[in-house]
């Protein structure tokens, strides 16, 4: 992985295993072609390089003849990026004698990018940098770091000496200790203070060493919301005027603003980037509606609501940005209110922000929650370290097609890439978030990369199986795919039972969030898997109250339903279970009641079946799950299963 151009010439020679195909390369290339033979590397191997105009700076082509190796490219990026194809060729020269083979190469995309999320966990310089290895070695070209957020602010800001010295520490190691607690901060240095900060050497050392491997570093500093660090270091920006008691900043004093431009003059000054992230995202806007300061700014600018009071400042700000000469990028919800002029947007709240936006003219990068955010599992719940939730195993991350059939096609050149998310709320360590990148990055940056057409997961599978063994051989700590539990075992095959086809009558209605396949999907013999938003888990606010019907008397002799809990999305176990049933559908006899024996206290993921054996003969099953007192909870269920 550490593998710059005139090193690897070094690294070959001392190569020492059998020939290896082009099939190892990870992203798979535009084309390529075996030519026959092989050329085993001396100590002085034959690798010339010859510039030559191509259609974009990072493509490049390779001759690997018996005689030596070619390479052609426009720019430095096409060459380096035709390196670390030799590389990996070469396993880092680990073999020494590579097939005969042309190849012509490109990437799909311009933006391949990969996000760091800083502020929950602080990351040393010395992390960032072999994790820049690695993303150059698949060919990725743009690292956001999320640099400021409520656990946390990040960047040295001369102007604002606090943000570092007090905004940039916690008591707590544990970000849901920190959380749970009264989520305060501490002064730098004072006993247990947890955090750190980059000083803008760090940052100018971590862009040198990016640069050389063709990556821009992009530094997101989030605003309005996730600001609560900020304001309690400056209360004064927050519409209340107190710390502890604001997340959002306060749009209607100037001072935000003048905060805003030094901090973001600075970043500028410091970061060469393309692009300026402003995040954007989840802002509660609350203390807007009734901030005297907000109010006034809603008349004075003629604004309806707060969305726009919040479209507002991003226009402000956006234009601020821009007459730096910079773009700004901010997450799907600066649509909220209206898009300011020439703003990238960043889709995560799945694809549908991300089209809107292409549809009117604005750039964007593809990051939909339910396969790019690395923070949910990557295998069985119960096989893995705690998480935020949910399940993406890699063969799911790899599946992500950005190009959407609705898009209309004049607008797909405003598609401009893809990103791997990783919010490290509950990530301590670096192993553990090079344990979640890897190998999930990797299949983002062949979507990233590779064209449509040539991207096969069982090809991914097999060529990343050594890639991983040879990034532990490097030091990362990467997730063994050989070891792979997989999805729920009952939801690989369908279930076979008596009321699979039956017609359900829904006597509460189906909660529109997790509709699953709608009315017919407790009866469709499809269990859920790992995620309760797989889309075959029904989702209920309210009792679930259903009534099956079977089509005829049936003989009956168990009735179920399995509940999944998971204490992070506020998913619990019913309270209790009742099961009617009926033959004609007027009169319902109570066969059963069931109740429950979950505390709602376990946060982890657990799945309990409600059910109940009999010996009846009926044809309508009426089956009633009570909410568990848990206020705003929700009820998850699969199937209901007869027989
Ligand atoms: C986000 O995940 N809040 C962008
Ligand atoms: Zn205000």
Redesign the pocket.
């Known amino acids: 992985m550490k593998f710059l151009l005139p090193l690897c010439l070094l690294v070959i020679a001392a190569a020492e295993l059998g020939a290896q195909t082009p099939e190892a390369i990870i992203p798979v290339p535009s084309e390529y072609t075996l030519t026959g033979g092989t050329y085993r590397f001396k100590e002085e191997p034959s690798v010339k390089v010859v510039r030559s105009a191509m259609s974009c700076p990072e493509a490049y082509s390779m001759k690997i003849t018996r005689n030596g190796v070619k390479i052609k490219a426009s720019g430095d990026a096409g060459i380096f990026y035709a390196f670390q194809t030799l590389d990996q060729m070469t396993r880092g020269g680990r073999i020494k004698e590579i097939l005969c083979c042309e190849i012509n190469d490109s990437p799909r995309f311009r933006y391949r990018g990969m996000h760091f999320d800083v502020s929950r966990h602080f990351r040393s310089v010395e992390f960032l940098k072999k994790q820049i290895d690695a993303m150059a070695s698949f060919k990725m070209n743009r690292m956001h770091l999320h640099l400021t957020d409520g656990a946390g602010w990040r960047l040295q800001i001369d102007a604002y000496p606090r943000l570092t010295e007090f905004a940039a520490w916690r008591p707590q190691q544990i970000w849901k200790d920190w959380w749970t607690a009264d989520r305060h901060y501490a002064e730098e240095g004072s006993a247990g203070a947890y955090g750190g900060y980059y000083t803008k050497d760090d940052i100018r050392e971590i862009i040198e060493y990016a640069h050389q491997r063709h990556i821009e570093v992009i530094p997101e500093i989030e605003m309005p919301g996730h600001s609560e660090e900020v304001l309690a270091a400056y209360p004064e920006l927050g519409c209340s005027g107190l710390p502890y008691k604001q997340a959002d900043f306060c749009p209607g004093k100037e001072k935000t603003f003048e905060f805003l431009e030094t901090v973001l003059s600075e970043v500028i000054e410091l970061f060469p980037s393309e692009y300026i992230h402003i995040g954007g995202?989840?802002a509660g806007k609350g203390l807007w509606k009734t901030c005297p300061d907000c109010q006034k700014r809603m008349r004075e600018e003629n604004l309806g609501d707060v969305d726009e009071l919040q479209s507002y400042m991003i226009h402000r700000i956006s234009e601020f940005v821009s007459s730096k000469g910079r773009k700004i990028i901010g997450?799907d919800e600066i649509l909220d209110g209206g898009l300011a002029p020439g703003a990238t947007v960043?889709s995560?709240r799945g694809t549908q922000g991300g089209i809107e936006s292409m549809a009117m003219g604005h750039d964007v990068i593809m990051c939909p929650?339910n396969f790019c955010?690395l923070d949910h599992a990557q295998d069985a719940p119960f096989r893995e370290p705690e998480s935020i939730g949910g399940y993406l195993p890699l063969e799911i991350v790899y599946g992500y097609e950005p190009e959407d059939v609705t898009m209309p096609k004049e607008s797909l050149d405003h598609l401009i890439g893809v990103q791997a998310?990783l919010?490290s709320e509950y990530i301590p360590s670096d192993q553990h978030a090079e344990y979640m990148y890897w190998p999930r990055a990797i299949a983002l940056a062949e979507t990233g990369w590779s064209s449509r057409g040539n991207r096969d997961y069982d090809s991914f599978r097999k060529r990343v199986m050594p890639v991983l063994e040879r990034m532990r051989e490097d030091g990362y700590s990467t997730f063994c795919l050989e070891n792979e539990y997989g999805e729920r075992k009952l939801a690989q095959s369908g279930l076979k039972h008596k009321a699979v086809g039956a017609s359900v009558k829904y006597n509460q209605p189906i909660n529109m969030s997790y509709p699953a396949s709608g009315e017919t999907s407790l009866t469709d013999g499809v269990a859920g898997g790992w995620s309760n938003s797989d889309g075959r888990w029904q989702g209920f606010l309210s009792d679930v109250d259903v009534t099956v019907d079977l089509g005829e008397v049936t003989p009956v002799h168990y009735v179920g339903a399995t509940f999944m809990q998971l204490a992070g999305p506020y998913i619990f176990m019913p309270e209790k279970v009742e099961i009617y049933v009926s033959r004609d559908g007027a009169e319902f006899g109570l066969i059963s009641e069931i109740w429950n024996d979950v505390s709602v206290k376990c946060p982890d993921l657990l799945f309990r079946s409600f059910d109940t054996l009999c010996d009846i003969e009926t044809r309508y099953i009426r089956y009633v799950a009570r909410q568990g007192g848990v206020p705003g909870g929700w009820l998850f269920l699969d199937e209901i299963i007869v027989n």
């Open positions: 995202d989840e997450w960043m995560w929650g955010y998310n919010w």
